[in-house]
């Protein structure tokens, strides 16, 4: 059975710092893109960061870009999402997820082959 677990997630106050880590199980998937959805309450689910299968290809949403930095271990079928300067926008939940097809750049929610079940990432004003 392919699992995704994400871990990490928590409340923490505004300029701080969170690392999500989200565990592949089932299957290897160090041929699959990696990444990050999040889902603030009343908003649609929106991508936030991915991470080809390489590591090679990397890709941020504008709202995240120069505070957050994904990451991945294909030796322990691991993703990872480095979340600095905290903003009580960044609250929500937030989803790991995975493709086969290697998109990066262009990644929608329709391309996602595995959810995860997610993680919830509170930040205070």
């Known amino acids: 059975q392919v699992q995704l677990v994400e871990s990490g997630g928590g409340l923490v106050q505004a300029g701080g710092s969170l690392r999500l880590s989200c565990a592949a199980s089932?299957?290897?998937?160090?041929?699959?893109?990696m990444g990050w959805f999040r889902q603030a309450p009343g908003k649609e689910r929106e991508y936030v960061a991915g991470?080809?299968?390489?590591?090679?290809?990397?890709y941020y949403a504008d709202s995240v870009k120069g505070r957050f930095t994904v990451s991945r271990d294909n030796a322990k079928n691991t993703v990872y999402l480095q979340m600095n300067s905290l903003k009580p926008e960044d609250t929500a939940v937030y989803y790991c997820?995975?493709?086969?097809?290697?998109?990066?750049?262009?990644?929608?929610?329709?391309?996602?082959?595995?959810w995860g079940q997610g993680t919830q990432v509170t930040v205070s004003s």
């Open positions: 991470i080809s299968w390489s590591g090679g290809t990397t």
């Open positions: 089932g299957r290897t998937f160090s041929r699959d893109a």
């Open positions: 997820a995975s493709n086969r097809a290697n998109y990066v750049t262009t990644w929608t929610r329709a391309s996602v082959d595995y």
